[in-house]
Antibody, heavy 120, light 110 residues
Framework: QVQVVESGGGVVQPGRSLRLSCAASGFTFRSYAMHWVRQAPGKGLEWVAIISYDGSDKYCAESVKGRFTISRDNSKNTLFLQMNSLRAEDTAVYYCARDLSLLFRGIKDWGQGTLVTVSS | QSVLTQPPSVSAAPGQKVTISCSGS????????VSWYQQLPGTAPKLLIYDNNKRPSGIPDRFSGSKSGTSATLGITGLQTGDEADYYC???????????FGGGTKVTVL
């Protein structure tokens, strides 16, 4: 069955970097857009970034622009989120998720999330 | 402040119907498909509705979606205690070139 499993979360100091990974299985990874969505403790969903099926199109939220970069390795069925210049407000559970389509149509399959805590 | 506006909470008795509104603009809901997500306490979100009114396989027909102009609505009929969750609408915003979510609506079964 479809699985997406995030890893790489943890506690990091403000201003430092962290790289999240997401291992996908159970579907043809190279045929679908992928997302990162985050949720701060007790808050709602906040979309972070999307990458098209082939990596040619990438978009991200204004709140992370210039600091976060989404990428994918279709040969390894893996999605990444490089997070630089981390801030306290980036503290959240980060979900990796598969879209229904080549870009955005609906976010179908979600991982269980990985917690990122930015704190000194 | 979310780009899409949802009521913070709705409630109804078991067996009744609730509707959740999602209000946006021409740059998002007005010209793009809407999807809806259910998040049960302590779990990851789940896709309930996509393309305004389509249900993925496995989603019961108690859940329905509709769109009119710059607003969308999620309906839940035959309300069950297991439906207590947070519900989010989402769509693409062509001006922002970004996916946008509503702030979420908590459904309480009385």
């Amino acid at each position: 069955q479809v699985q997406v499993v995030e890893s790489g979360g943890g506690v990091v100091q403000p201003g430092r970097s962290l790289r999240l990974s997401c291992a996908a299985s159970g579907f043809t990874f190279r045929s679908y857009a992928m997302h990162w969505v985050r949720q701060a403790p007790g808050k709602g969903l906040e979309w972070v970034a999307i990458i098209s099926y082939d990596g040619s199109d990438k978009y991200c939220a204004e709140s992370v622009k210039g600091r976060f970069t989404i990428s994918r390795d279709n040969s390894k069925n893996t999605l990444f989120l490089q997070m630089n210049s981390l801030r306290a407000e980036d503290t959240a559970v980060y979900y990796c998720a598969r879209d229904l389509s080549l870009l955005f149509r609906g976010i179908k399959d979600w991982g269980q999330g990985t917690l990122v805590t930015v704190s000194s | 402040q979310s780009v899409l506006t949802q009521p913070p909470s709705v409630s109804a008795a078991p067996g009744q119907k609730v509707t959740i509104s999602c209000s946006g603009s021409s740059s998002n809901i007005g010209n793009n498909y809407v999807s809806w997500y259910q998040q049960l306490p302590g779990t990851a979100p789940k896709l309930l509705i996509y393309d305004n009114n389509k249900r993925p396989s496995g989603i019961p027909d108690r859940f329905s979606g509709s769109k009119s102009g710059t607003s969308a609505t999620l309906g839940i009929t035959g309300l069950q205690t297991g439906d207590e969750a947070d519900y989010y609408c989402g769509t693409w915003d062509s001006s922002l070139s970004a996916v946008v979510f509503g702030g979420g609506t908590k459904v309480t079964v009385l």
